[in-house]
């Protein structure tokens, strides 16, 4: 089993709905979850990061963890052109971060 | 401030040369990473270091030497380059806590082996 792991996509969303990225990870242990915006060409960007059982909210973003289920996710809402990207799940593991291989969000105009 | 910086941004090198890929952070950060991301493989650990003078291996560190003399820089070293090693490589860093935190990256270094 790999120690991250998302659906590839494209998830393709309407301009205004709410996109839904989902994540899971196989190490118990990991304490802290993360996720990550990449555009095409360019590095990635921490946009959320969430360390305890529950949702955490930053405006347009949500993210929700599931210790138990070992499961993450990431919400947008009122999705924009600009969400365009693809997204990594990461947790950590000592002191490195494990990353998913990236769900790719498409935002239909 | 310019957080963590990579050079060279891109680069062709011939199967069997050599190259050090550069990468300096100014936030003075414990933690650096150096991964590499093929297209649609996500990010794969090469090395890391938690400090001056300590470096270990990651998931993928054959082929290539890395060195942390100062807290600022990490220089990744490519010995004998292969296409295989044709990829995005990104340099990263963090603070104490490690990865707890999240990383910086690096504007990372688009390398092509022929």
């Known amino acids: 089993q790999k120690e991250v792991e998302q659906n590839s996509g494209p998830l393709s969303v309407p301009e205004g709905a709410i996109a839904s990225l989902n994540c899971t990870y196989s190490?118990?242990?990991?304490?802290?979850f993360f996720w990550y915006r990449q555009y095409s060409g360019k590095s990635p960007e921490l946009i959320m990061s969430?360390?305890?059982?529950g949702d955490k909210e930053d405006g347009r973003f949500t993210a929700q963890l599931n210790k138990a289920s070992q499961y993450v996710s990431l919400l947008i809402r009122d999705s924009q052109p600009s969400d365009s990207a693809t997204y990594l799940c990461?947790?950590?593991?000592?002191?490195?971060?494990?990353f998913g291989k990236g769900t790719r969000l498409h935002i239909l105009p | 401030n310019a957080g963590v910086t990579q050079t060279p941004k891109f680069r062709i090198l011939k199967i069997g040369q050599s190259m050090t890929l550069q990468c300096t952070q100014d936030?003075?950060?414990?933690?650096m990473y150096w991964y590499r991301q093929d297209p649609g493989m996500g990010l794969k650990l090469i090395y890391y270091?938690?400090?001056?003078?300590?470096?270990d291996k990651g998931e993928v560190p054959n082929g290539y030497n890395v060195s942390r003399s100062t807290t600022e820089d990490f220089p990744l070293r490519l010995e004998l380059a292969a296409p295989s090693q044709t990829s995005v490589y990104f340099c990263?860093?963090?603070?104490?806590?490690?990865?707890?935190?999240?990383?910086?990256f690096g504007s990372g270094t688009r390398l092509t082996v022929v």
């Open positions: 990263a860093s963090s603070p104490i806590g490690g990865a707890n935190y999240g990383y910086t």
């Open positions: 190490d118990r242990v990991s304490q802290s």
């Open positions: 969430i360390y305890s059982n």
């Open positions: 990461a947790v950590n593991r000592d002191d490195k971060i494990i």
């Open positions: 936030m003075n950060h414990n933690y």
């Open positions: 270091s938690v400090g001056a003078g300590i470096t």
